[in-house]
């Protein structure tokens, strides 16, 4: 089935040729969307939603631990008051020894 572009036009009229091309053009784009773009859509969808599901995970993992450290601190503010300044020296080591390189949180106690 050879198709002479120039005798369609001749007989059909240049308006009629164009809307069948745009309609054949516009049949292509919607199937090859259809077919490869949705199913990847679909599962790139899938993807971001347990990733954003994780984030929040450890979203809420950061606040627990951060109310967790924020008690610790105030009950470490409390206890320096009774101890000694030995006591207060030692508790000082182990918290330096572990304590968080963060800039972000100061876990020292120590503004």
Same mark, same amino acid.
């Given at each position: ?51 954003? =599901?994780? !984030?929040?995970? &450890? /979203? ?6 951060? $109310? ?17 300044? =030995?006591? !207060?020296?030692? &508790? /000082? ?6 304590? $968080? ?11």
């Amino acid at each position: 089935m050879n198709i002479d572009i120039a005798q369609a036009i001749q007989d059909f009229g240049f308006p009629i040729v164009a809307a069948t091309g745009l309609g054949y053009f516009v049949f292509f784009i919607w199937r090859w969307v259809t077919e490869t773009i949705d199913p990847m859509i679909n599962e790139t969808m899938g993807t971001l939603i347990k990733l954003v =599901d994780r !984030v929040r995970m &450890l /979203d809420n993992d950061m606040i627990r631990l951060n $109310t967790k450290v924020a008690m610790v601190l105030e009950h470490k503010s409390i206890i320096d008051k009774n101890l000694t300044e =030995d006591q !207060v020296d030692e &508790l /000082d080591q182990i918290v330096s020894k572990y304590r $968080t390189h963060s800039e972000q949180f100061n876990s020292t106690g120590k503004k």
